[in-house]
């Protein structure tokens, strides 16, 4: 059995309290808020934080804001996000995303906030302290060499978050407070490529809020290849938005891709779609233009070729599903892989 190592546990009510009690532990202290991926992380001794500033009581950071966009608090759990309205009528690409992320116990646990602070993953990485130790450990901690990359200077671990790319497309921005004061700050600039120092985060920041911009007349959506049709990390998470004017001409679009590199990103397939409606060739186009930027690494699960391969295919789903077509099948043979 694994087991936790000593760690001091402070439990702020505030905002305020808890930015005041990270400034003054440094970088020996963390967030906690549902644990689902720091905990698992700290019995591996992956993460060793000497004090954990839980969110869990914290008032202010549960708040749900519906105008004409949508404000999300960092602290909703997973299965609160997906019950909220707003998101299943207004913002299906999110609520699609978080709808697959883990098993319903993880997503009751699991939090908005921890989710797009997920740490990177790997296969060389998300093992036990034993196994790690027997292969000298690597760059991301404790060691000096990437095993994916021998001759990288950078560790290649790949980002996991299902809801960063869903919200990415959506064009939201996340609200980071600490006892300095807050920032807005579009979610796509919060990730680095690079797989240890993944946020441009500071360890003293909370990230309270998630803003989603008017979201009507766009449609989104969002498709994830896992081995399992429940419970398993992405290896690929394809996210698309479009506002699409009556006459089925694209006004705006953004396709982002997560899973195949350190961070969730943009492409620019959304150039590419502009004034154009999505027939069935401009749509192959758009997954042949997105699929030539995804370059996975061969450090998690599926062949790494197939991996890439895939992306163009599942640039169309999202695609087809945005222009009204029934695409109910293909998720289903998805979720029972025969893909
Ligand atoms: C078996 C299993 C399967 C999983 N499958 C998936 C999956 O398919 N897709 C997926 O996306 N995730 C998956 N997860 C990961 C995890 O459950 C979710 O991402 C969850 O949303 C993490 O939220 P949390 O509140 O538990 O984060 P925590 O574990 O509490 O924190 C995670 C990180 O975020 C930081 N943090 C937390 N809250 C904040 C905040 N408000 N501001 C700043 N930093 C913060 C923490 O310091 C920590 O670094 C899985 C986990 C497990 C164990
Ligand atoms: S990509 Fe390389 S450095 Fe990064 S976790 Fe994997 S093996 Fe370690």
């Not at 997920?118 to 000298?136: F, P, S, V």
């Not at 995804?294 to 169309?316: G, H, I, L, Q, S």
Request: hydrophobic share 40%.
């Amino acid at each position: 059995m694994m087991r936790l190592p000593w760690f001091r546990h402070e439990s702020p009510r505030s905002i305020a309290e808890a930015a005041r009690i990270l400034a003054g532990e440094g970088p020996h202290a963390m967030l906690i808020a549902g644990g689902t991926d720091l905990l698992p992380n700290m019995k591996r001794r992956q993460q060793t934080p000497r004090v954990l500033v839980s969110l869990r009581r914290v008032e202010g950071m549960k708040q749900v804001a519906n105008g004409q966009g949508l404000t999300l608090g960092g602290g909703l759990t997973l299965s609160e996000v997906i019950a909220t309205d707003a998101v299943r009528e207004r913002y299906r690409g999110l609520w699609q995303a978080a709808s697959q992320i883990a098993t319903p116990q993880l997503r009751n646990m699991g939090t908005l906030g921890g989710n797009l602070c997920l740490d990177t993953r790997c296969n060389y990485y998300d093992q036990n302290y034993e196994w790690r130790k027997a292969i000298d450990f690597c760059m991301k901690k404790d060691g000096k060499i990437c095993w994916v990359a021998t001759a990288s200077k950078r560790c290649v671990a790949v980002t996991a978050t299902d809801c960063a790319p869903a919200l990415i497309a959506l064009d939201a921005k996340v609200r980071l407070v600490s006892s300095a004061g807050e920032r807005d700050l579009p979610l796509a600039e919060l990730y680095r490529n690079d797989g240890i120092d993944h946020l441009a985060r500071r360890p003293d920041e909370i990230l309270t809020d998630v803003v989603l911009p008017d979201a009507r007349s766009w449609k989104s959506s969002y498709w994830k290849l896992r081995r399992r049709g429940a419970f398993d990390f992405p290896v690929l998470g394809v996210a698309a938005a479009a506002k699409i004017l009556p006459d089925g001409t694209v006004l705006e679009a953004r396709v982002a891709l997560g899973a195949v590199s350190s961070h969730p990103f943009l492409t620019k397939a959304g150039e590419f779609l502009a004034g154009t409606r999505l027939t069935d060739e401009v749509v192959a186009e758009a997954g042949r233009m997105v699929a030539s930027r995804a370059k996975p690494m061969d450090n998690a699960d599926f062949d790494v070729y197939w991996r890439k391969e895939v992306v163009a295919e599942f640039v169309t789903y999202a695609l087809r599903e945005i222009r009204g077509d029934d695409t109910s099948a293909v998720r289903l043979r998805i979720a029972r892989r025969t893909l």
